[in-house]
């Protein structure tokens, strides 16, 4: 089966200690409609030098993320109130239906409240979701 999707490519160097050595490259290929990395390849900058030069089917490490490939990102924010006892997953329990997941860490971040209460506080949470692409998307 093949699926033909909008990607972006990105290739970085980054120097420091990995277990390629001092200096490796990383190639990142995104799936463009659900912004989910699906492909990242890591390897020596030498490896990478001989790849672009011509010598093909190196044998690399690869992580591939395939769980939401093709599908659509979708995103909103809600305001949440959490209680001083209560567990980030319980206030984000009720906003957390069809699909929708909460970012946990924007509970208890100062920069994404917006009220200060006696009992709660009140957050601007984001949420996210994968659903499937409507016909007229592309």
């Known amino acids: 089966m093949v699926k033909h999707l909008k990607a972006r490519l990105s290739i970085s160097r980054t120097m420091g200690h990995s ?4 200096n490796w490259v ?15 390849i890591q390897m020596s900058a030498e490896t990478f030098g001989m790849l672009v030069m011509g010598l093909s089917f ?4 690869a992580d591939w993320h395939v769980d939401n490939l093709g599908l659509c990102h979708e995103h909103k924010e809600e305001i949440v109130s959490i209680g001083r006892e209560q567990s980030r997953s319980d206030a984000l329990k009720s906003f957390e239906v069809d699909g929708w997941k909460g970012q946990e860490s924007d509970l208890k971040n100062t920069h994404r409240a917006v009220n200060f209460g006696k009992d709660t506080n009140d ?3 984001r949420f996210f979701r994968f659903v499937e692409k409507k016909s007229d998307e592309t």
């Open 19 to 22: 277990k390629y050595g001092d």
């Open 26 to 40: 990383t190639l990142s290929v995104e799936d463009k409609s659900s912004l989910t990395m699906a492909l990242e």
């Open 58 to 61: 190196l044998e690399v490490e």
């Open 123 to 125: 957050y601007k949470v």
